[in-house]
């Protein structure tokens, strides 16, 4: 029996009526901050490049997956096979410069094939989005929200000259590299507690408008 069986039957074991009362009472829901408190603590070994805590923390996050597996198995909804199945064709189907006639010689290729794949999965299951954003996770933090609604505009080439000061975009580009931006957001963050300010909250909000201005441009436009 391999090693990821093992932990599939401890998970079932702890689940079963005479099991663990706190793991029988968790749903999916109730496991969502763990999820988000378990990837932070392996994001931190990362940046630590610890790697004796990464393996530890890579099975806190592999638990987190195994334990909504089975949650979901329990209602007959999915099972963990169902899961590792539909990421292992996703993972096939997008390189099909490795598993089929398609080539890539480079890292901005296979991003464009893989854009491209993703583009004619979504046309085939006729889910287009509601607006020219795509979909993304509601609980982003807000740095990586801005940052991926910023790849959005553009990848797109869509009209943000009125709504972003993309010539101060362009200025602070050419000024930063990664000490000084760490240095110009950690500034910002201690004078927004300074202030009173939640910075969380106002970056998201700013998104929000940015997304907002945007589609409305686009929309008046047409």
Same mark, same amino acid.
């Given at each position: 029996?391999?090693?990821? &069986?093992?932990?599939?039957?401890?998970?079932?074991?702890?689940?079963?009526?005479? #099991? @663990?009362?706190?793991?029988?009472?968790?749903?999916?829901?109730?496991?969502?901050?763990?999820?988000?408190? &378990?990837? %932070?603590?392996?994001?931190?070994?990362?940046?630590?490049?610890?790697?004796?805590?990464?393996?530890?923390?890579?099975?806190?996050?592999?638990?987190?997956?195994?334990?909504?597996?089975?949650?979901?198995? &329990? /209602? #007959?909804?999915?099972?963990?096979?169902?899961?590792?199945?539909?990421?292992?064709?996703?993972?096939?189907?997008?390189?099909?410069?490795?598993? @089929? %006639?398609? /080539? *890539?010689?480079?890292? *901005?290729?296979?991003?464009?094939?893989?854009?491209?794949?993703?583009?004619?999965?979504? +046309?085939?299951?006729?889910?287009? #989005?509601?607006?020219?954003?795509?979909?993304?996770?509601?609980?982003?933090?807000?740095?990586?929200?801005?940052?991926?609604?910023?790849?959005?505009?553009?990848? !797109?080439?869509?009209? *943000?000259?009125?709504?972003?000061?993309?010539?101060?975009?362009?200025?602070?580009?050419?000024?930063?590299?990664?000490?000084?931006?760490?240095?110009?957001?950690? +500034?910002? +963050?201690?004078?927004?507690? +300074?202030? #009173?300010?939640?910075?969380? !909250?106002?970056?998201?909000? &700013?998104? *929000? /408008?940015?997304?907002?201005?945007?589609?409305?441009?686009?929309? %008046?436009?047409?």
């Amino acid at each position: 029996m391999s090693a990821i &069986e093992d932990l599939q039957r401890t998970m079932a074991r702890l689940r079963a009526l005479d #099991g @663990c009362p706190w793991d029988r009472e968790q749903t999916h829901q109730t496991l969502a901050r763990c999820l988000i408190d &378990e990837c %932070s603590e392996l994001l931190d070994t990362i940046d630590r490049n610890d790697l004796p805590h990464m393996r530890e923390e890579l099975g806190d996050v592999l638990i987190q997956v195994v334990f909504h597996a089975q949650l979901a198995a &329990e /209602r #007959g909804d999915f099972s963990f096979d169902d899961v590792a199945r539909a990421i292992n064709d996703k993972l096939i189907r997008r390189h099909p410069h490795v598993f @089929c %006639s398609g /080539r *890539a010689d480079n890292s *901005a290729q296979v991003i464009e094939v893989w854009e491209n794949v993703k583009a004619t999965e979504k +046309a085939a299951a006729n889910n287009p #989005g509601a607006t020219v954003f795509k979909s993304l996770p509601p609980r982003l933090p807000a740095l990586m929200f801005a940052e991926a609604v910023w790849k959005q505009i553009e990848k !797109g080439k869509l009209p *943000a000259e009125d709504v972003v000061d993309t010539a101060q975009v362009a200025a602070l580009g050419r000024q930063l590299d990664e000490a000084a931006l760490g240095r110009r957001l950690f +500034a910002l +963050a201690a004078a927004a507690r +300074a202030k #009173g300010l939640d910075p969380e !909250g106002a970056l998201r909000k &700013e998104t *929000a /408008r940015v997304m907002h201005d945007v589609q409305a441009r686009l929309q %008046s436009s047409a």
